[in-house]
Structure formats: structure tokens, C-alpha cells
């Protein structure tokens, strides 16, 4: 079956432009997780979803993070007003319910210039 | 709270010598340990696990044990090839209602023919 899939692969914008990331998730896992790769930090969880609801947001590094989930599916991360220390990988991982092994996206490269 | 600390990269070494990469945790409870590997222009993928101490993960013939007492679960291969270059991740998960995966840094391992 098909993996996490993740869209656009590659996104670069102008600082103060509000971008959207898209993920799709192994079909019938209910959690859901965004992370964010930068260069020489390693992986920093943002937020997690169980179903369509986020009960720890505690990641999101600030107010111009949001995400959201629908149908216990697909989930955007939406940045606004990008900033330069926003580019990075932003990676998206699923999991089935009682199973702690995430199944990651190919990630989405965002550049801020 | 829960961390991961690998050493650092990047890891350079000729064909068929043996590796070791180092990791250790610390942790309130009695986490999961994994190793995830990311492939040059792929994404994150699980390389092995353990779940409890003493268990040893492996898979194409990395190796790391699980060890309680010293907090550690470094990553060995007896001889590597040049397509094991990548950047490998130890990780965490500390079987919370919300399973997040805490990453270590990333050590980057190149491997010359």
C-alpha cells in the first residue's frame, strides 16, 4: 500500500508569505505527527494529531504555526508570515493506534528567502 | 525531560571496516529505542528497534542493544559498504498517550569504496 505521502516536495517563498504543507497519511492510522529538520538540529517534533484532534500542540515553536487534521486524514501545516529561520525540512510521520512505530514522509524542503 | 545525545559527525570510513555509533538516552520511564536512517534524497526510515532492555534490534546487519544500565543502545555493523552512507538517528519513544518520537542530532556516516 502506499506510504505517508507528503506535498509540495520542495516550496520556496518570500519572507512574510504564509505557506501551506500538506500530508497524507498510511490509510486507517489515527495518529499523526509533523517534525521539522534543520540543519545541524537534528528532528524537533511540532504537534500530534490523534484523529482530527491535536492534544499537544506544545511544539509549535510560535503563534504563526498552525495545523489542522480533517476526516482523521490529511493534515496542513500552515506557516504564516514566513520568517528566514523557518526554512527547513518539515516531515510528517503516521502511526496505527497502539503502535509506536512512525512511518515518515519524504518531507517538504521549505526555503525561505 | 526525555533526551538523546549521538555523538557527532560526520563519521568517515573505508569499505568493510567496522562501525560503531554511539548513543545515549535519558528517560523518566522505560522508553523504545530506535535507530531510523535517512538516505541521500529520501526520507526517514526505520532501521531497527528494541523495546525493552537487553533486547538486541538488527537489520542488514546493524546491530544495538538495548542496555538499561549504562542507558545506551549504540549502533555497530561488522563491515560496511558504501551504500550504508547515510545520516543515522537514535530515537526515543517513552510509550506516552502520544507516542512522539524525541530524535538525537543526526550523525552522518560516509563511506569511502
Known amino acids: 500500500g502506499a506510504g505517508v505521502s507528503q506535498s509540495p516536495s520542495n516550496k520556496v517563498t518570500e519572507k512574510g508569505k504564509d505557506v501551506e504543507l500538506r500530508c497524507d497519511p498510511i490509510?486507517?492510522?489515527?495518529?499523526l505527527y509533523w517534525y521539522r529538520q534543520s540543519l545541524g538540529q537534528g528532528l524537533e517534533f511540532l504537534i500530534y494529531f490523534q484523529g482530527n484532534s491535536a492534544p499537544d500542540k506544545s511544539g509549535l515553536p510560535s503563534d504563526r504555526f498552525s495545523a489542522e487534521r480533517t476526516g482523521g486524514s490529511v493534515s496542513t501545516l500552515t506557516i504564516q508570515r514566513t520568517q528566514q529561520e523557518d526554512s527547513a525540512v518539515y516531515l510528517c510521520?503516521?502511526?496505527?493506534?497502539?503502535?509506536?512505530?512512525?512511518?515518515f514522509g519524504p518531507g517538504t524542503r521549505l526555503t525561505v528567502l | 525531560g526525555d533526551s538523546v545525545t549521538q555523538m557527532e559527525g560526520p563519521v568517515t570510513l573505508s569499505e568493510e571496516a567496522f562501525l560503531t555509533i554511539n548513543c545515549t538516552y535519558t528517560?523518566?520511564?522505560?522508553?523504545?529505542l530506535f535507530w531510523y536512517v535517512q538516505y541521500p534524497g529520501e526520507g526517514l526510515q526505520l532501521l531497527l528497534k528494541?523495546?525493552?532492555?537487553?533486547d538486541k534490534g538488527s537489520n542488514k546487519g546493524f546491530e544495538a542493544t538495548y542496555r538499561k544500565e549504562t542507558t545506551s543502545f549504540h549502533l555497530e555493523k561488522g563491515s560496511v559498504q558504501v551504500s550504508d552512507s547515510a545520516v543515522y538517528f537514535c530515537?526515543?519513544?517513552?510509550?506516552?498517550?502520544?507516542?512522539?518520537?524525541?530524535f538525537g542530532k543526526g550523525t552522518r556516516l560516509h563511506i569511502l569504496p
Open positions: 510521520a503516521s502511526n496505527r493506534q497502539g503502535g509506536n512505530e512512525q512511518f
Open positions: 528494541a523495546t525493552k532492555a537487553d
Open positions: 528517560a523518566t520511564g522505560y522508553p523504545s
Open positions: 530515537a526515543l519513544s517513552d510509550w506516552s498517550p502520544d507516542d512522539k518520537i524525541i
Open positions: 490509510s486507517g492510522h489515527t495518529a
